[in-house]
Nanobody, 117 residues
Framework: QGQLVESGGGLVQPGGSLRLSCLASESIFTFYYMGWYRQAPGKQRDLVAYIATNGTTNYVDSAKGRFTISRDNAKNTMYQQMNSLSPEGTAVYYC???????????WGTGTQVTVTM
């Protein structure tokens, strides 16, 4: 299984911004779609957005217009720019690789995002 390392989380006030990064092994990054998932306290892990190998993107409704997912294939790194964050964005964010059935079994440790006054 390949390696996934999420970073960029932190504490931010409502309305603020954060940029998450996901460094993946080349074997994963080259061939798979990549996604951002988040898991809020006491809730299930949910998809936020994903990006295809050709750069095509897709967002859940709550992320549209506020989040931007991108990938740098030369650096095997994916990003998520998150703007206008609300307390509902408080969660641990993960970046699994995706195949046609959903996320692969390998997950990183995630990066914590906390949105609070």
């Amino acid at each position: 299984q390949g390696q996934l390392v999420e970073s960029g989380g932190g504490l931010v006030q409502p309305g603020g911004s954060l940029r998450l990064s996901c460094l993946a092994s080349e074997s994963i990054f080259t061939f798979y779609y990549m996604g951002w998932y988040r898991q809020a306290p006491g809730k299930q892990r949910d998809l936020v957005a994903y990006i295809a190998t050709n750069g095509t993107t897709n967002y859940v409704d709550s992320a549209k217009g506020r989040f931007t997912i991108s990938r740098d294939n030369a650096k095997n790194t994916m990003y998520q720019q998150m703007n206008s964050l609300s307390p509902e964005g408080t969660a641990v964010y993960y970046c699994p690789a995706l195949d046609g059935c959903g996320p692969l079994a390998s997950w990183g440790t995630g990066t914590q995002v906390t949105v609070t006054m």
